[in-house]
T-cell receptor, first 117, second 114 residues
C-alpha cells in the first residue's frame, strides 16, 4: 500500500516567516509533486520533481522553492510567508523511471492546511 | 502550458440517476487522463483513468470517454448513490523527457440526493 505522509496537518505562521512543508513517500516513486488547493481553483501545481535533486516549476511557483535531497522526501519552502499563501497544500508521488516516458497514478498525502497571519 | 477546463462546477442529481462531468484540454501532447474523487476532508484518490490510445473505459458504474480530436473527455456515473457525493477532478497528463506533469481541472462538486 502506497503511503504518502506530510509533516503537519495544520500549521499557523506569521507573515515573513520561513516555512517548511515536508512530504515523504515509501514506494520508491521517481516523481513527486506539490499542489495547493483553493476553493473554485482546483489543484494547482507549484513544483514537481522527477528525480533526486531535479526540480521543475509548475504553474504557480512564485514565492515557493523546493528541495529533494533524497528520493523519498520532497520539501516545499515558503521563503517569506504571505497571507495569500494561506491554503491547503497537497503532496503527491507517482512511479516511473527517469529517462523513460511513463504515466502513472498519483498518490496524495493527507494535506497541510497552512494559515498565514 | 496545458489548460484543463471542467464543467459543471456543481451538480445535483437524484439517487439512481446518472451524472456526467465534462473536461476539455488544450495540449494535444497530453496522453493520460485520470479522474480523482475527493471526499470531504480526505485526500484525492484515483477512481478511473484513460490513456490516449483508448476511446472508452468502464469500471462498474463509472465510465470515461475520450475524444482526442475534439480534446475532450467525460466521466459518467450511472445509478448514483449517496456515497458518490464528493468533489471530482479531471486531469490531463503530459509525458515529457521521462517525467510526468499533471494539470487538474477546477473540480465538480457532486451531490446525490437520497
Amino acid at each position: 500500500d502506497v503511503k504518502v505522509t506530510q509533516s503537519s496537518r495544520y500549521l499557523v505562521k506569521r507573515t515573513g516567516e520561513k516555512v517548511f512543508l515536508e512530504c515523504v513517500q515509501d514506494m520508491d516513486h521517481e516523481n513527486m509533486f506539490w499542489y495547493r488547493q483553493d476553493p473554485g481553483l482546483g489543484l494547482r501545481l507549484i513544483y514537481f520533481s522527477y528525480d533526486v535533486k531535479m526540480k521543475e516549476k509548475g504553474d504557480i511557483p512564485e514565492g515557493y522553492s523546493v528541495s529533494r535531497e533524497k528520493k523519498e522526501r520532497f520539501s516545499l519552502i515558503l521563503e517569506s510567508a504571505s497571507t495569500n499563501q494561506t491554503s491547503m497544500y497537497l503532496c503527491a508521488s507517482s512511479g516511473g523511471l527517469a529517462g523513460v516516458s511513463s504515466t502513472d497514478t498519483q498518490y496524495f498525502g493527507p494535506g497541510t492546511r497552512l494559515t498565514v497571519l | 502550458g496545458e489548460n484543463v477546463e471542467q464543467h459543471p462546477s456543481t451538480l445535483s442529481v437524484q439517487e439512481g440517476d446518472s451524472a456526467v462531468i465534462k473536461c476539455t484540454y488544450s495540449d494535444s501532447a497530453s496522453n493520460y487522463f485520470p479522474w480523482y474523487k475527493q471526499e470531504l476532508g480526505k485526500r484525492p484518490q484515483l477512481i478511473i483513468d484513460i490513456r490516449s490510445n483508448v476511446g472508452e473505459k468502464k469500471d462498474q458504474r463509472i465510465a470515461v470517454t475520450l475524444n482526442k480530436t475534439a480534446k475532450h473527455f467525460s466521466l459518467h456515473i450511472t445509478e448514483t448513490q449517496p456515497e458518490d457525493s464528493a468533489v471530482y477532478f479531471c486531469a490531463a497528463s503530459i509525458d515529457r523527457w521521462g517525467y510526468q506533469k499533471v494539470t487538474f481541472g477546477t473540480g465538480t462538486k457532486l451531490q446525490v440526493i437520497p
